[in-house]
């Protein structure tokens, strides 16, 4: 039987990195006097990367289930960030768009952004970025069944 001892706590180090990064940017959105949190960020960053996109769309790309990235959205529609309009093709679905609002949130805390993810990867390579990347997919892989 294999001991306890003799396994690797990554989930803990995993969190306890997830945590810090979360409460930075919270600090940060507070600081520029932003009303978003950091999961409303993910959203609004995929669609000033490419607007218009549907609610699937946005869950696939921030690895958020659907029902999450509704809730999301509804608030961010809610706040005035963004807003659905209804395919043409499809009356089921709808595409979210930011608003002039929402653009100028993002623009607001993007430099900001850009500063904490430089300051997260402080020290490390392009090589380090790869092995964290192939690491951390594996990790993923291995729990996805």
Sequence with gaps: ???VDDTKIFGTYIDRTIKIIRHNYTRTFKELQ?????EQWVVLDSLY???GLS????ANGSF???PTVSRIIDLLCKKGYTKRVASEEDRRRYHIYL???GKKVYTTALPRVVELRKKGWEGLTDEDYDHFL???NRVFSNFEE
């Design 64 to 66: 958020k289930n659907a």
């Design 49 to 51: 990367k490419k607007d």
């Design 1 to 3: 039987m294999e001991r």
């Design 134 to 136: 192939r690491i951390i």
């Design 99 to 101: 608003t002039a609002s």
């Design 55 to 58: 609610q699937n769309e946005i």
């Design 34 to 38: 932003l009303d978003i949190t950091t």
